[in-house]
């Protein structure tokens, strides 16, 4: 078989594909494989490598922070000062724009849309479950957890292409100026989850500076993969908070980020930046919720970090560990789907995905036959709000957790199930 696109080959020609791939495929029935692709885990090497954290205090350790709070005890709702310097050195923002927080970035932002429906934001005329419909743009493909916590909500969710640069921004432009049932946008604006883009300055500032309808509009600015570089050449990412405030808009753009994928998913800290209006509404919420977050994870990771070892040599080491995976499966989508017209993907500089799109209609399929014979992949339809691909062709391909070998095994099958669906596809239309 030679590269000439499938799309072009005759009807017996694509058979005979099919048959070859179909023996292969029950080849890997026999193996009987236990693999798991699924979701964007660090694999246990990674989470090796933290471990000398947890070295960093003991029973004789000084569990004051630099103010002399101690933090085995209750209170500094907003962080230990410490922390909160880490964090804003890392954001580029100033210490009094941050709120350092418990285990998980994501349990802020939940937390953050559930207190604008039922309290709203500083300029919001009524919380927002009061206004009618609440709707939010969301860029596709996108984080399945951010689309949950709309639905959880009744939140509509709009759907919005991600290209090279960020979402399509006349879109995002348009819908905005029209519309002020919309409220908030979701953006993974580093090494997304799962195209891999990274916004450019042209979109972060039109993003900040758009007319929108709403008064009350928020960005959600999810940069859960800011320091997640899988190379030397490093995405640059335009501040959102100083663009904000340069265009008139400093309340616009909530920041998120965690150590999760840095440290430990779960046990990591999280941060949430923001102007000090948004930072102080807030805080006044949050002093009902609790007398303050997890302090020593915080002064552990802190002075982890700042005395132990810098976070840009830590992350380097996450690099080397995945970055080999990375390129297998960009060498082995290259080798076995490469010239066939079936298949294009994403060739990201950093973040934990690699976004792959396939024939309109084959991407269900794909899964399903992989499931068949013990390959999980995350759900076709996962990238899109409520689960539902368009086009029925995206698969997010998550290389971090498997060890080079099964990922080979599992990127085989991969490429065999996306094959076979591809050419039934073709056929089905033909
Ligand atoms: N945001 C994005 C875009 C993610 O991919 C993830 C992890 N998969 C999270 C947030 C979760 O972050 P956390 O562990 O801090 O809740």
Redesign the pocket.
């Known amino acids: 078989m030679t590269l000439t696109q499938l799309q072009d080959q005759s009807e017996e020609a694509l058979k005979d594909r099919l048959a070859a791939l179909k023996a292969d495929y029950e080849q890997y029935r026999t193996k009987k494989l236990k693999l798991d692709m699924s979701r964007?885990k660090p694999s246990p090497e990674q989470l090796e490598l933290s471990m000398p954290m947890l070295d960093v205090l003991s029973s004789k350790s000084d569990m004051k922070a630099e103010n002399g709070v101690d933090t085995r005890n209750y209170g500094q709702l907003d962080g230990i000062p410490e922390a909160k310097r880490f964090f804003a050195d890392l954001l580029e923002v100033e210490t009094d724009e941050v709120i350092v927080g418990g285990n998980?970035?994501?349990?802020l932002m939940h937390d953050t849309i559930m207190r604008g429906m039922v309290f709203g934001f500083p300029e919001s005329s009524a919380p927002w479950s009061k206004q009618g419909k609440i709707k939010f743009i969301c860029p596709v493909p996108g984080?399945d957890?951010h689309f949950a916590i709309c639905e959880l909500f009744g939140i509509e969710m709009i759907q919005v292409a991600i290209n090279e640069e960020g979402p399509d921004m006349e879109e995002v432009e348009r819908l905005v100026r029209e519309d002020d049932s919309i409220k908030g946008m979701w953006c993974?604006p580093k090494y997304s989850?799962p195209s891999g883009a990274t916004y450019s300055d042209e979109t972060v500032e039109r993003l900040v500076s758009m007319e929108t309808k709403a008064n009350d509009f928020r960005l959600f600015w999810?940069d859960?993969y800011t320091v997640h570089h899988l190379t030397d050449e490093h995405d640059p990412l335009k501040n959102v908070l100083a663009a904000a405030k340069e265009a008139g808009q400093p309340n616009r753009p909530i920041i998120f980020a965690?150590t999760?994928k840095v440290t430990f998913?779960g046990s990591?800290v999280?941060v949430i930046a923001a102007s000090r209006d948004n930072i102080n509404h807030f805080l006044k919420l949050m002093s009902s919720q609790t007398i303050g977050f997890d302090k020593i994870n915080q002064l552990q990771h802190v002075r982890f970090f700042t005395e132990v070892e810098p976070l840009d040599a830590h992350m380097k080491k996450h690099a080397k560990l995945i970055k080999p995976k990375f390129e297998l499966v960009l060498s082995t989508l290259e080798e076995k789907l490469g010239g066939k017209g079936i298949a294009t993907w994403s060739k990201p500089n950093g973040g934990?995905f690699i976004s792959l799109d396939i024939v309109d209609g084959a991407a269900r399929k794909t899964v399903t036959l992989a499931k068949e014979v013990g390959v999980t992949l995350t759900g076709a339809g996962a990238a899109f709000p409520y689960g539902i691909d368009p086009r029925d062709r995206n698969i997010r391909i998550a290389p971090t957790f498997p060890s080079v070998d099964e990922l080979k095994e599992a990127l085989n099958v991969l490429c065999t199930c996306v094959e076979i669906a591809s050419i039934e596809q073709l056929l089905a239309t033909k």
Request: glycine share 12%; proline share 6%; no cysteine.
């Open positions: 964007g998980s970035s994501l349990n984080y957890r993974v989850n999810d859960a965690s999760s998913p990591g999280s934990y």
